[in-house]
């Protein structure tokens, strides 16, 4: 390490040095926050001609997120960066600028590549370092990439339109390309189309659940939907009223399919992924006997439940599902264990959701949010536990980022699982659900599989 520390940071420049830092933390090599120190005053404060710096500011900004729990001087840096962006941002030039809006939006290492990728192309071309063939070659490796995407998407429509038609229920969202956007930004690269295509009919599969739960069973019909589920039986059933029958046997048959996608050596990977919709289906359970009653359960117990509930162990199961000999027998048990990297995506997933729902309103049969669990149990205004939520975000990405050292061995793992948190970045942030009002993702959607990046 100290060898990357004298050959990397000797540079005066603010760029150079927060780039650096921030590809190594990335890349899960811990780097001291002291490296920021030659740009401080004695008293801990920053150099003020920083100030007049805003690439050096904006690269500042990047690296800071990467902060970790304790690191004082990083969340000084974070709310200087921020501050002195938010100021200078109506004088800036163009590419700065528009880079400098996507960052105070979603922090680009807390966003999607594909969607920096697409702006970020285009103004390469304006940076020192610019070079056309590098240019050329990212600009054909995006085009081409959606032709790729363009394929899958018209068989997993295929899917859903036959299975949307079998089960008929009418009170579901129909989601199926924003399914298969979520499990797109957890992995775009091309050899991972098993995972993708896993992952986006899982999350559709669950929606379809989440639906039934928010939406239209009745307590019972909750209750003998997830006993049913975790026997796994189709003879059960008999058990389940007229609508669900033919939604829990498409279930059981659209695992069955899964499975056959796996090598002989990887079926012990059927086991997970039943699991984790069995997991989920009892979170949604949960959910239902408390809202059912009109219980507010405690902010603690309210947290367990809803982490679960949002999704990260579900989607970190299902990215492994499809992935190579990386994905090892240890690697499944750690991820259905409550890992760090898979709570903090589900709390991520979870307190996102709460905020814009908080916003929306909720469906009539949800659970109370966290949001409003925290307010009636501490007696407080939603700002109050609005802001609170809102800082429980942060303190789980500072676990991710932790995570990158944690779990340097299976890197890469580790990033896509966090892809899922990204993905909720993007999806949720300015407290909108753009899963369930996908009119609000429709240009996103355009430009990542329709609209070519021009040549
Ligand atoms: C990441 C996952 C699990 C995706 C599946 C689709 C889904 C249930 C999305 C959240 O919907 P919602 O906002 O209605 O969720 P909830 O009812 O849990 O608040």
Redesign the pocket.
Known sequence: MSSIHNAEFNSSSLHEVTLRFRLLRQHGFWISADELNKFKNEDGSFLSDIANDPKGLLSLYHAANLLTHNEEPLDEALLFARHHLEVIRCNLKSPLAEQVKRALKIPLPRNIKREEAIYYILEYAQDETYNATIQELAKLEFNRLQRVYLKELKAISLWWKDLSEYVNLGYARDRVVE?YF?SYCCLYEEEYARSRIVLAKL?KL??LL??TF?EYATLEECRVLSKALERWDERDVSLLPEYLKKFFLRVIENFRDFDDLLEPHEKYRSAYIRSVYKN?CKSYLQEAEWSHSGYIPSFHDQVNV?VM???GQ??AIGILFGLGDIATNEVFEWAIKKSCTVTACGEV?RFM??LA?FKRGR?KM?VASSVECYMKENNVTSEVALAKVDSLVDHAWKTLNQELFERRDILSIVNQITN?GRSVMFLYHDKR?G??NSEQVKDALESHYIKPVPM
């Open positions: 399914c979520w999350l669950t929606t989440d639906d928010d989920i809803s509930s949002a999704g579900l989607v997933s959701d709460d729902d469906n949800d899922f659900d899963y369930t």
